[in-house]
Protein backbone atom coordinates (compact mmCIF):
# COMPACT_ATOMS: atom_id res chain seq x y z
CA UNK A 1 0.00 0.00 0.00
CA UNK A 2 0.88 3.46 -0.77
CA UNK A 3 2.03 6.07 1.90
CA UNK A 4 -0.38 8.37 0.96
CA UNK A 5 -4.43 7.40 0.98
CA UNK A 6 -5.79 10.38 -1.41
CA UNK A 7 -8.31 7.51 -4.02
CA UNK A 8 -9.36 4.43 -4.25
CA UNK A 9 -7.98 4.43 -7.71
CA UNK A 10 -4.45 4.63 -6.27
CA UNK A 11 -5.29 1.06 -4.03
CA UNK A 12 -4.94 -2.48 -5.15
CA UNK A 13 -8.15 -5.22 -4.30
CA UNK A 14 -5.40 -6.61 -1.38
CA UNK A 15 -4.76 -3.50 0.10
CA UNK A 16 -8.53 -2.64 0.33
CA UNK A 17 -8.78 -6.36 1.69
CA UNK A 18 -6.21 -5.79 4.47
CA UNK A 19 -7.66 -2.38 5.30
CA UNK A 20 -11.34 -4.07 6.02
CA UNK A 21 -9.61 -7.19 7.92
CA UNK A 22 -7.59 -4.95 10.14
CA UNK A 23 -10.53 -2.55 11.04
CA UNK A 24 -12.48 -5.43 11.77
CA UNK A 25 -10.11 -6.64 14.22
CA UNK A 26 -9.76 -3.06 15.79
CA UNK A 27 -13.53 -3.25 15.84
CA UNK A 28 -14.41 -6.43 17.71
CA UNK A 29 -11.31 -5.16 19.75
CA UNK A 30 -13.24 -2.51 21.31
CA UNK A 31 -16.23 -4.25 21.64
CA UNK A 32 -14.46 -6.70 23.91
CA UNK A 33 -13.76 -3.21 25.72
CA UNK A 34 -9.54 -4.10 24.91
CA UNK A 35 -7.15 -1.05 24.99
CA UNK A 36 -5.40 -1.46 22.26
CA UNK A 37 -2.56 1.48 21.46
CA UNK A 38 -0.14 1.00 18.66
CA UNK A 39 0.70 4.61 17.76
CA UNK A 40 1.67 6.15 21.26
CA UNK A 41 3.49 9.13 20.86
CA UNK A 42 1.87 9.76 17.08
CA UNK A 43 0.72 12.68 16.25
CA UNK A 44 -1.88 13.69 12.97
CA UNK A 45 -2.50 16.62 11.86
CA UNK A 46 -5.99 17.59 10.92
CA UNK A 47 -6.29 20.15 8.41
CA UNK A 48 -10.25 21.43 7.64
CA UNK A 49 -11.11 23.87 5.18
CA UNK A 50 -15.02 22.53 5.45
CA UNK A 51 -17.20 22.00 8.73
CA UNK A 52 -17.59 18.53 9.61
CA UNK A 53 -19.19 15.98 12.29
CA UNK A 54 -18.07 12.52 11.27
CA UNK A 55 -14.89 13.04 9.52
CA UNK A 56 -13.39 14.85 12.50
CA UNK A 57 -15.08 12.99 15.46
CA UNK A 58 -13.92 9.23 13.66
CA UNK A 59 -10.33 10.80 12.92
CA UNK A 60 -9.95 12.54 16.41
CA UNK A 61 -11.50 9.51 18.32
CA UNK A 62 -9.40 7.09 16.56
CA UNK A 63 -6.24 8.31 16.85
CA UNK A 64 -7.22 8.54 20.60
CA UNK A 65 -7.88 4.76 20.83
CA UNK A 66 -4.63 3.82 19.08
CA UNK A 67 -2.65 5.78 21.62
CA UNK A 68 -2.03 9.18 19.33
CA UNK A 69 -2.76 12.67 19.18
CA UNK A 70 -5.08 14.50 16.49
CA UNK A 71 -4.63 17.90 16.33
CA UNK A 72 -7.61 19.95 14.49
CA UNK A 73 -6.32 22.65 12.30
CA UNK A 74 -8.39 25.03 10.69
CA UNK A 75 -6.72 26.62 7.44
CA UNK A 76 -7.85 30.12 8.66
CA UNK A 77 -6.23 29.97 11.80
CA UNK A 78 -2.96 28.59 10.17
CA UNK A 79 0.12 30.95 7.85
CA UNK A 80 -1.78 28.58 5.48
CA UNK A 81 -4.50 30.61 4.95
CA UNK A 82 -2.63 34.03 4.67
CA UNK A 83 -0.71 32.81 2.19
CA UNK A 84 2.43 30.30 2.53
CA UNK A 85 2.66 28.35 -0.03
CA UNK A 86 0.86 24.22 0.18
CA UNK A 87 4.61 23.07 -0.48
CA UNK A 88 6.18 24.96 2.19
CA UNK A 89 3.47 23.89 4.73
CA UNK A 90 3.54 20.50 3.64
CA UNK A 91 7.68 20.33 4.69
CA UNK A 92 6.65 22.45 8.09
CA UNK A 93 4.12 19.83 8.90
CA UNK A 94 6.22 16.68 8.08
CA UNK A 95 8.53 18.21 10.30
CA UNK A 96 6.26 18.21 13.29
CA UNK A 97 3.89 14.99 12.54
CA UNK A 98 3.72 11.64 11.85
CA UNK A 99 0.72 12.08 9.46
CA UNK A 100 -1.57 14.89 7.50
CA UNK A 101 -5.16 14.52 7.13
CA UNK A 102 -6.45 17.06 5.15
CA UNK A 103 -10.65 17.87 4.13
CA UNK A 104 -10.86 20.35 1.58
CA UNK A 105 -12.37 21.61 -1.94
CA UNK A 106 -9.47 20.59 -4.30
CA UNK A 107 -8.72 17.68 -5.17
CA UNK A 108 -4.83 19.18 -6.51
CA UNK A 109 -3.82 20.44 -2.78
CA UNK A 110 -4.80 17.44 -1.17
CA UNK A 111 -2.24 15.40 -4.25
CA UNK A 112 0.05 18.38 -3.64
CA UNK A 113 0.45 18.23 -0.39
CA UNK A 114 1.55 14.22 -0.54
CA UNK A 115 4.18 15.41 -3.44
CA UNK A 116 5.85 17.27 -0.91
CA UNK A 117 4.99 15.91 2.53
CA UNK A 118 7.57 13.57 3.91
CA UNK A 119 4.99 11.41 6.09
CA UNK A 120 1.41 10.03 4.63
CA UNK A 121 -1.55 12.17 3.49
CA UNK A 122 -4.94 10.93 3.52
CA UNK A 123 -7.57 12.40 1.86
CA UNK A 124 -10.98 13.42 3.89
CA UNK A 125 -12.94 14.87 1.33
CA UNK A 126 -12.45 16.50 -1.62
CA UNK A 127 -14.91 18.17 -4.05
CA UNK A 128 -13.86 15.53 -6.00
CA UNK A 129 -13.55 12.53 -3.94
CA UNK A 130 -14.23 11.03 -0.79
CA UNK A 131 -12.37 7.71 -0.19
CA UNK A 132 -12.48 6.76 3.68
CA UNK A 133 -16.13 7.32 3.24
CA UNK A 134 -16.85 4.58 0.39
CA UNK A 135 -14.43 2.26 2.24
CA UNK A 136 -16.29 2.76 5.16
CA UNK A 137 -19.49 2.02 3.57
CA UNK A 138 -18.46 -1.13 1.21
CA UNK A 139 -16.48 -2.39 4.86
CA UNK A 140 -20.28 -1.91 6.54
CA UNK A 141 -21.53 -4.14 3.24
CA UNK A 142 -19.11 -6.76 3.91
CA UNK A 143 -20.47 -7.27 7.17
CA UNK A 144 -23.73 -7.49 6.62
CA UNK A 145 -23.75 -9.23 3.24
CA UNK A 146 -20.98 -11.46 3.89
CA UNK A 147 -18.54 -9.71 1.15
CA UNK A 148 -18.85 -7.78 -2.00
CA UNK A 149 -18.40 -9.65 -4.94
CA UNK A 150 -21.17 -9.56 -7.59
CA UNK A 151 -23.52 -7.06 -5.40
CA UNK A 152 -25.35 -4.45 -7.15
CA UNK A 153 -24.82 -1.18 -5.80
CA UNK A 154 -27.13 1.47 -7.23
CA UNK A 155 -26.21 5.03 -6.60
CA UNK A 156 -29.29 7.58 -7.11
CA UNK A 157 -28.88 11.39 -6.96
CA UNK A 158 -25.94 14.28 -7.56
CA UNK A 159 -22.86 12.56 -9.98
CA UNK A 160 -20.53 14.07 -7.13
CA UNK A 161 -17.20 12.89 -5.16
CA UNK A 162 -19.35 10.16 -3.41
CA UNK A 163 -20.44 8.83 -6.90
CA UNK A 164 -16.88 9.45 -7.72
CA UNK A 165 -15.59 7.63 -5.32
CA UNK A 166 -17.82 4.72 -6.20
CA UNK A 167 -16.89 4.37 -9.55
CA UNK A 168 -13.36 4.46 -8.62
CA UNK A 169 -14.18 1.26 -6.00
CA UNK A 170 -15.99 -0.42 -9.11
CA UNK A 171 -12.49 -0.79 -11.04
CA UNK A 172 -10.59 -2.26 -7.92
CA UNK A 173 -13.16 -3.97 -6.74
CA UNK A 174 -15.23 -6.90 -8.48
CA UNK A 175 -19.34 -5.08 -7.98
CA UNK A 176 -21.37 -3.53 -10.40
CA UNK A 177 -22.75 -0.21 -9.82
CA UNK A 178 -25.57 1.31 -11.56
CA UNK A 179 -25.60 5.53 -11.06
CA UNK A 180 -28.93 7.75 -11.96
CA UNK A 181 -27.90 11.07 -12.23
CA UNK A 182 -30.36 13.79 -13.86
CA UNK A 183 -28.68 15.55 -17.36
CA UNK A 184 -25.86 17.74 -16.31
CA UNK A 185 -25.00 16.34 -12.86
CA UNK A 186 -23.07 13.33 -13.87
CA UNK A 187 -20.18 11.88 -12.36
CA UNK A 188 -17.16 13.61 -13.19
CA UNK A 189 -16.11 12.55 -16.90
CA UNK A 190 -12.64 11.74 -16.85
CA UNK A 191 -13.61 9.59 -13.68
CA UNK A 192 -16.66 7.86 -15.21
CA UNK A 193 -15.01 7.70 -19.00
CA UNK A 194 -11.80 5.67 -17.13
CA UNK A 195 -14.62 3.65 -15.09
CA UNK A 196 -16.34 2.59 -18.05
CA UNK A 197 -13.05 0.92 -19.77
CA UNK A 198 -11.20 -0.42 -17.12
CA UNK A 199 -14.76 -2.09 -15.87
CA UNK A 200 -16.58 -2.43 -18.86
CA UNK A 201 -20.28 -3.78 -18.23
CA UNK A 202 -19.72 -2.96 -14.58
CA UNK A 203 -20.53 0.91 -14.63
CA UNK A 204 -23.55 1.86 -15.80
CA UNK A 205 -25.15 5.59 -15.98
CA UNK A 206 -29.17 5.81 -16.33
CA UNK A 207 -31.94 8.77 -16.30
CA UNK A 208 -34.23 6.56 -14.64
CA UNK A 209 -33.52 6.00 -11.12
CA UNK A 210 -35.85 3.17 -10.93
CA UNK A 211 -34.13 1.77 -13.94
CA UNK A 212 -31.06 1.89 -11.58
CA UNK A 213 -32.40 0.46 -8.35
CA UNK A 214 -33.81 -2.31 -10.05
CA UNK A 215 -32.74 -5.55 -8.91
CA UNK A 216 -30.19 -3.74 -6.46
CA UNK A 217 -28.29 -5.01 -3.16
CA UNK A 218 -27.47 -1.84 -2.24
CA UNK A 219 -29.66 1.97 -2.64
CA UNK A 220 -26.93 4.41 -2.32
CA UNK A 221 -28.25 8.39 -2.03
CA UNK A 222 -26.51 11.78 -0.79
CA UNK A 223 -27.70 15.57 -0.38
CA UNK A 224 -28.66 16.98 -3.38
CA UNK A 225 -27.11 20.01 -2.99
CA UNK A 226 -23.20 19.99 -1.41
CA UNK A 227 -21.34 22.46 0.57
CA UNK A 228 -20.27 25.51 -1.70
CA UNK A 229 -23.60 24.77 -3.87
CA UNK A 230 -26.08 27.04 -1.49
CA UNK A 231 -26.78 29.14 -4.57
CA UNK A 232 -27.88 26.41 -6.31
CA UNK A 233 -30.29 24.51 -4.13
CA UNK A 234 -33.33 25.38 -5.52
CA UNK A 235 -32.84 24.59 -8.99
CA UNK A 236 -31.47 21.73 -7.33
CA UNK A 237 -34.10 20.65 -5.30
CA UNK A 238 -36.71 20.97 -8.50
CA UNK A 239 -33.93 18.75 -11.05
CA UNK A 240 -33.64 15.61 -8.80
CA UNK A 241 -37.40 15.79 -7.24
CA UNK A 242 -37.82 12.71 -9.24
CA UNK A 243 -34.39 10.94 -7.45
CA UNK A 244 -35.52 10.66 -3.68
CA UNK A 245 -35.67 7.28 -2.30
CA UNK A 246 -38.59 6.46 -0.79
CA UNK A 247 -40.00 3.40 -0.60
CA UNK A 248 -41.49 3.57 -4.02
CA UNK A 249 -37.95 3.28 -5.34
CA UNK A 250 -36.49 1.23 -2.72
CA UNK A 251 -39.10 -1.61 -3.75
CA UNK A 252 -37.97 -2.15 -6.95
CA UNK A 253 -34.44 -3.00 -5.36
CA UNK A 254 -33.69 -6.54 -3.96
CA UNK A 255 -36.19 -7.52 -0.93
CA UNK A 256 -33.03 -8.01 1.29
CA UNK A 257 -31.90 -4.62 0.05
CA UNK A 258 -29.85 -1.75 2.60
CA UNK A 259 -30.09 2.12 2.40
CA UNK A 260 -27.46 3.82 2.81
CA UNK A 261 -26.37 7.44 2.95
CA UNK A 262 -23.33 8.72 3.33
CA UNK A 263 -24.68 11.72 6.07
CA UNK A 264 -25.64 14.35 6.58
CA UNK A 265 -29.16 14.14 5.11
CA UNK A 266 -31.93 16.26 4.25
CA UNK A 267 -34.73 14.48 5.33
CA UNK A 268 -37.57 14.40 2.76
CA UNK A 269 -35.59 15.77 0.32
CA UNK A 270 -33.07 12.92 -1.42
CA UNK A 271 -34.38 10.81 1.18
CA UNK A 272 -37.76 10.05 2.90
CA UNK A 273 -37.16 9.57 6.98
CA UNK A 274 -39.47 6.31 6.14
CA UNK A 275 -36.46 5.12 4.99
CA UNK A 276 -33.87 6.49 6.87
CA UNK A 277 -35.63 4.83 10.08
CA UNK A 278 -36.82 1.94 8.13
CA UNK A 279 -35.79 -2.02 8.48
CA UNK A 280 -33.70 -1.09 5.13
CA UNK A 281 -31.60 1.22 6.72
CA UNK A 282 -27.87 0.83 7.48
CA UNK A 283 -26.87 4.58 7.45
CA UNK A 284 -25.70 4.82 11.17
CA UNK A 285 -23.87 1.54 10.87
CA UNK A 286 -21.98 2.85 8.05
CA UNK A 287 -21.18 6.29 9.98
CA UNK A 288 -20.18 4.24 12.82
CA UNK A 289 -17.86 2.22 10.78
CA UNK A 290 -16.19 5.14 9.54
CA UNK A 291 -14.28 4.85 13.19
CA UNK A 292 -13.01 1.83 12.70
CA UNK A 293 -11.77 1.76 8.99
CA UNK A 294 -9.66 4.96 9.39
CA UNK A 295 -8.35 3.34 12.28
CA UNK A 296 -7.33 0.51 10.18
CA UNK A 297 -5.96 3.34 8.01
CA UNK A 298 -4.32 5.39 10.00
CA UNK A 299 -2.58 2.17 11.38
CA UNK A 300 -1.24 0.85 8.84
CA UNK A 301 0.07 4.54 7.38
CA UNK A 302 1.27 5.52 10.45
CA UNK A 303 3.00 2.58 12.01
CA UNK A 304 4.48 1.04 9.22
CA UNK A 305 4.58 3.66 5.98
CA UNK A 306 1.80 1.39 4.38
CA UNK A 307 4.48 -1.26 3.89
Excluded at 154 to 177: C, K, Q, T
Excluded at 275 to 303: C, M, P, T, W, Y
Aim: hydrophobic share 40%; net charge negative; charged share 25%.
Amino acid sequence: MKKDLLSIYDLESRDIDRIFAHAARLKERLEKGEIYRPLPGKTLGMIFDKPSTRTRLSFEVGMYQLGGLALFLSSRDMQLGRGETVADTARIMSRYLDGIMIRTYDQRMVEEFARHATVPVINGLTDLLHPCQILSDIFTITEIKGGYEGLKIAYIGDGNNIANSWINAAVRLPIYLSLACPDGYEPDKSILERGRKEAPGRVVIHRDPFAAAADADVIYTDVWTSMGQEEEREARTAVFKPYQVNQGLLSHARKNAIVMHCLPAHRGEEITSEVIDGEHSVIFDQAENRLHVQKAILEILLKDGGD
